[in-house]
């Protein structure tokens, strides 16, 4: 292959429009322009062609003998051990005894076949994905309030032209630097505004007045978003007609905010009342209903990943809602998706509960409509399984799978409460994974099936904004690499399943389309074709002649009755909060070098020449109390376990917060004490918060 490609990044959801060159045996990315990234990439993206050259690149399918190593070994035989140990646990314990973990980064074709290969080929219900740890907080709080969830209801290009915008939890400039030029119209007349614990750099974007960084404390963004709400209503910029026409659920919602007051929120937070105040000044004023140009209130993983992360997220729509915000040209809110195919991962049938286009797997019309598509009987598709903690935790026990198959997730790093997971990992009778490199999770596997990645394959992706997008084979893959499309029409041949699977993803996305016909999330109208000709196309897309959705809700929301849903929420405490023994904050987050597990971006040496390792980001205030220098390395301990790092002093955090970047693994894994505390509604872990000891190393 010596063409150049038009194609888009391996990484995060923003999708970056880039082409790939073959040059003196090697490829080199430049970016193109695309709407989400002007022709802009981050470090990940230019470096990405070094993924395709990983020296430890898997190339042969590896089987654990007897003595305890991973060895080469052929197809037929990996394979086998793998039916084989399917098919003793079934005969034990019945199809349950079988589980599947999926990916954010799979392609559309994958996460919808990797759906029914678990439901139809493996007979089992239990399947979930790494998504789970991502966005589903944002999921679960849009599907309440809105009918549906697509993180951006509307294009990213559009913040450009809006007077504010309110970022929860969300360090662009980090995790998607290019994004960053979108709020350039809103900085350039002081609008933007940024609630994190953090000054991150996403945080300094608003210094010299381009507008205002809300420094409040771990797990409490709910209360500022409360205590924004009750300032909107002290200022009369609560749109009654918006709400009168296109709302239910005001009076409850009201009624909880008036409790917050702005004293009362500083107390809670930390965000110092005036502080407050002139953050809703800059939001009040940017409503249409103010005679701005518009506001927007977006979302990212520092308000979601938390036990309460679906109410955090609801106060974020209330507030929104009540400004007149959603379902309106250039206002709204939206979920910053960090995942590659977060989005289309969460729409095709990874998750425990859904089937392909968003349907619920326990809607007897929907059931039928994919039994149809897929040519089996309804009533042979498993019902709704459980929640990725639920089902890591699962693992191994008497009553949970003793077998697993991991695909495009590395959770032996990405996992809440790492001790605890890699246990229930290693006490499985058989752990499959499939990937391009020996991830963490890989080297704990019985069977290791390579698979081709991004570049060598052809795929679909669904943007943060809910653009449907093709990525196209640049290269060929390495002599031993399969296609996971491959790998599964083989072993669903191999288990007996008469449904079939196909290989060319292309047939597969015909598929996916009438499987999602109909659905909420409807690729119906999107073909191989259109994609391949460059169309991105955001759904619903019903038609072969329909250009798509770019923006939703216009007309109504998806709710029975077209109107959105207000939920009361309240102030919830952190689930592992301060208490002697653990004075300190621990809170987790990305770097710019770096992407989710690390699993890919630590194998590319222009990017750990940058961030070599995990560091604790600690105040010099705390470091001074502590002993601790720049540079001494410090345990930093919680319930659950413990990580050494060296110390990084930064007075960009409050002196009750320390931060550690979650890419690394073994001694260095943030997640060795995270918390897997779950919110009661999306399952979501508390990744964000949770309570620590931090000590010189040496002094332990
Ligand atoms: Fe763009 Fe994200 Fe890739 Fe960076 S990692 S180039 S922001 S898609």
């Known amino acids: 292959m010596s063409e150049r490609t038009e194609t888009h990044c391996p990484y995060c959801a923003l999708q970056c429009g880039m082409q790939l060159t073959p040059?003196?045996?090697?490829?080199?990315?430049?970016?193109?322009?695309?709407?989400?990234?002007?022709?802009?990439?981050?470090?990940?993206?230019?470096?990405?062609?070094?993924?395709?050259?990983?020296?430890?690149?898997?190339?042969?399918?590896?089987?654990?003998?007897?003595?305890?190593?991973?060895?080469p070994?052929?197809?037929?035989?990996?394979?086998?051990?793998?039916?084989?140990?399917?098919?003793?646990?079934?005969?034990?314990?019945?199809?349950?005894?079988?589980?599947?973990?999926?990916?954010g980064g799979l392609t559309n074709e994958k996460a919808y076949s990797l759906g029914k290969f678990a439901r139809i080929a493996l007979g089992t219900r239990?399947?979930?994905?790494?998504?789970?740890?991502?966005?589903?907080?944002?999921?679960?709080?849009?599907?309440?309030?809105?009918?549906?969830?697509?993180?951006?209801?509307?294009?990213l290009t559009d913040l450009d032209g809006a007077d504010a915008v309110l970022l929860v939890g969300s360090n662009l400039a980090e995790t998607m630097p290019p994004s960053v030029q979108h709020l350039s119209g809103p900085r350039s007349r002081g609008g933007?505004?940024?609630?994190?614990?953090?000054?991150?750099?996403?945080?300094?974007?608003?210094?010299?007045?381009?507008?205002?960084?809300?420094q409040a404390l771990p797990g409490t963004d709910l209360v500022v978003l409360l205590g924004l709400l009750h300032l909107a209503i002290q200022r009369e910029a609560v749109d009654a007609r918006y709400l009168r026409d296109r709302v239910t659920g005001w009076d409850g919602v009201a009624r909880a905010a008036v409790q917050?007051?702005?004293?009362?929120?500083?107390?809670?937070?930390?965000?110092?009342?005036?502080?407050?105040?002139?953050?809703?000044?800059?939001?009040?004023?940017?409503?249409?209903?103010?005679?701005?140009?518009?506001?927007?209130?977006?979302?990212?993983?520092?308000?979601?990943?938390?036990?309460?992360?679906?109410?955090?997220?609801?106060?974020?729509?209330?507030?929104?809602?009540?400004?007149?915000?959603?379902?309106?040209?250039?206002?709204?809110?939206g979920c910053i998706t960090g995942q590659g195919n977060g989005q289309g991962g969460r729409e095709h049938g990874q998750k425990a509960d859904q089937l392909p286009g968003y349907r619920r797997i326990d809607d007897p019309a929907a059931r039928e409509h994919v039994a149809q598509v897929w040519g089996v009987d309804a009533g042979s598709i498993p019902g709704p399984g459980v929640p990725a903690v639920e089902l890591l935790r699962s693992l191994g026990t008497t009553s949970g799978p003793s077998v697993l198959l991991v695909h495009g997730a590395n959770p032996a790093v990405s996992a809440p409460d790492l001790t605890a997971v890699q246990e229930r990992l290693r006490s499985l009778d058989l752990l499959?994974?499939?990937?391009?490199?020996?991830?963490e999770t890989a080297q704990l596997a019985d069977v290791v099936l390579p698979t081709t990645q991004w570049a060598e394959e052809s795929g679909t992706m669904t943007n943060l904004e809910g653009r449907i997008?093709?990525?196209?084979?640049?290269?060929?893959?390495?002599?031993?690499?399969?296609?996971?499309?491959?790998?599964?029409?083989?072993?669903?041949?191999?288990?007996?399943?008469?449904?079939?699977?196909?290989?060319?993803?292309?047939?597969?996305?015909?598929?996916?389309?009438?499987?999602?016909?109909?659905?909420?999330?409807?690729?119906?109208?999107?073909?191989?074709?259109?994609?391949?000709?460059?169309?991105?196309?955001?759904?619903?897309?019903?038609?072969?002649?329909?250009?798509?959705?770019?923006?939703?809700?216009l007309d109504s929301f998806a709710t029975a009755d077209g109107r959105a849903r207000m939920v009361p929420v309240d102030a919830a405490p952190v689930d592992d909060d301060l208490r002697p023994g653990a004075p300190l904050y621990l809170i987790t987050g990305r770097l710019l070098q770096h992407y989710q597990s690390g699993a890919q971006t630590r194998r590319i040496g222009g990017l750990t020449r940058g961030a070599p390792q995990a560091f604790v980001q600690l105040h010099p205030i705390t470091a001074q109390r502590l002993g601790v220098e720049e540079g001494t390395d410090v345990t930093v301990t919680s319930a659950r376990g413990s990580a050494t790092a060296p110390a990084r002093l930064s007075r960009t955090l409050r002196p009750e917060v320390?931060?550690?970047?979650?890419?690394?693994?073994?001694?260095?894994?943030?997640?060795?004490?995270?918390?897997?505390?779950?919110?009661?509604?999306?399952?979501m872990p508390e990744f964000k918060v949770c309570a620590v000891d931090v000590v010189a190393a040496r002094s332990i």
């Open 23 to 71: 040059a003196d045996g090697t490829v080199s990315a430049e970016p193109r322009d695309f709407p989400t990234n002007r022709g802009g990439l981050c470090q990940k993206g230019w470096t990405s062609p070094a993924l395709l050259r990983a020296t430890d690149r898997i190339t042969t399918p590896l089987v654990r003998d007897a003595s305890g190593e991973l060895r």
């Open 192 to 214: 933007l505004v940024v609630i994190d614990p953090r000054h991150t750099p996403t945080a300094a974007l608003t210094d010299d007045g381009a507008g205002l960084h809300l």
């Open 126 to 155: 239990l399947i979930d994905y790494n998504g789970r740890f991502c966005m589903s907080s944002a999921a679960a709080a849009g599907n309440r309030a809105f009918g549906l969830d697509r993180g951006l209801p509307f294009p």
């Open 260 to 333: 917050w007051w702005p004293e009362r929120v500083e107390r809670a937070t930390g965000v110092p009342v005036e502080r407050l105040r002139r953050a809703a000044e800059i939001l009040c004023a940017a409503t249409p209903s103010a005679g701005g140009r518009g506001a927007y209130v977006l979302t990212g993983r520092g308000a979601e990943q938390h036990a309460h992360g679906t109410d955090t997220v609801t106060a974020a729509i209330n507030l929104s809602l009540a400004l007149g915000l959603c379902g309106r040209e250039g206002s709204g809110y």
């Open 469 to 553: 997008l093709m990525r196209r084979k640049a290269v060929r893959p390495p002599d031993g690499a399969r296609d996971e499309l491959r790998i599964w029409h083989d072993l669903a041949a191999l288990l007996g399943c008469a449904a079939t699977f196909a290989t060319d993803p292309a047939q597969v996305l015909d598929e996916l389309a009438r499987a999602s016909a109909g659905g909420i999330a409807d690729y119906g109208g999107v073909s191989w074709e259109r994609l391949q000709s460059g169309e991105a196309i955001h759904w619903p897309c019903p038609r072969p002649d329909h250009p798509g959705t770019p923006r939703l809700f």
């Open 73 to 103: 070994t052929s197809w037929e035989q990996a394979y086998g051990r793998i039916v084989d140990g399917v098919r003793a646990a079934q005969a034990r314990r019945g199809p349950d005894a079988v589980a599947v973990f999926g990916g």
């Open 658 to 683: 320390v931060f550690m970047p979650f890419h690394f693994a073994g001694t260095q894994a943030a997640n060795n004490l995270t918390n897997p505390a779950t919110d009661p509604i999306s399952g």
């Open 432 to 439: 499959v994974v499939c990937d391009f490199v020996p991830s």
